[in-house]
Antibody, heavy 119, light 107 residues
Framework: QMQLQESGPGLVKPSQTLSLTCTVSGVSISTGGYYWTWIRQLPGTGLEWIGYIYYTGSTFYNPSLESRLAMSVDTSENHFSLKLTSVTAADTAVYYC???????????WGQGTLVTVSS | DIRMTQSPSSLSASVGDRVTITCRASQRIRSYLNWFQQKPGKAPKLLIYSASTLQSGVPSRFSGSGSGTDFTLTISGLQPEDFATYYCQQSYSTPQTFGQGTQLAIK
């Protein structure tokens, strides 16, 4: 059974870089078939797809965030990561990592981690 | 981006009721439509994928239908644990997008 767990700072200062890691257990991240995904939920609102990365390093980003976004995968540590630069209060959200089967079915999710952007 | 519009935004119902939530895509997405249930403080849970396929372990009172631009999620015989927020998501093209959510409350 696949499990995912987000980790990273819960508080980031404006203009700095938000960095999160998602550790995957129960399956090798390099097995293939899954796209490793980041999704966020802004306070009181709905869900926003940030992007995903395949184990080969191929990435697919939301154009609304692409200029500030970088994802990476570490197959030796079985985790993948998100970096979002130049954050503002508008980036305050619960960030989820997920495994998206075939790139179309997000069937495994982490529990989510709240990141607050504030000085 | 493909816009996903859910209706209603909220509804109230009683245990045992049958409810239907609709989701409309701004362009055709074939059957690349997922439905999620979210409870407060929890991650979304996949209920239905490919518009009508029930995710393993999800009760059969949940069902999905539709293709193209119009989709529905039906819950037949509401149970107390079904009161939550429901989201649709298109995975036809990136950026994948979600509906705004439907809050299902107890009447």
């Amino acid at each position: 059974q696949m499990q995912l767990q987000e980790s990273g700072p819960g508080l980031v200062k404006p203009s700095q870089t938000l960095s999160l890691t998602c550790t995957v257990s129960g399956v090798s991240i390099s097995t293939g078939g899954y796209y490793w995904t980041w999704i966020r939920q802004l306070p009181g609102t709905g869900l926003e797809w940030i992007g995903y990365i395949y184990y080969t390093g191929s990435t697919f980003y939301n154009p609304s965030l692409e200029s500030r976004l970088a994802m990476s995968v570490d197959t030796s540590e079985n985790h993948f990561s998100l970096k979002l630069t130049s954050v503002t209060a508008a980036d305050t959200a619960v960030y989820y990592c997920a495994g998206t089967k075939g790139g179309i079915t997000p069937d495994y999710w982490g529990q989510g981690t709240l990141v607050t952007v504030s000085s | 981006d493909i816009r996903m519009t859910q209706s209603p935004s909220s509804l109230s119902a009683s245990v045992g009721d049958r409810v239907t939530i609709t989701c409309r895509a701004s362009q055709r997405i074939r059957s690349y439509l997922n439905w999620f249930q979210q409870k407060p403080g929890k991650a979304p849970k996949l209920l239905i994928y490919s518009a009508s396929t029930l995710q393993s372990g999800v009760p059969s009172r949940f069902s999905g239908s539709g293709s193209g631009t119009d989709f529905t999620l039906t819950i037949s015989g509401l149970q107390p644990e079904d009161f939550a927020t429901y989201y649709c998501q298109q995975s036809y093209s990136t950026p994948q997008t979600f509906g705004q959510g439907t809050q299902l409350a107890i009447k």
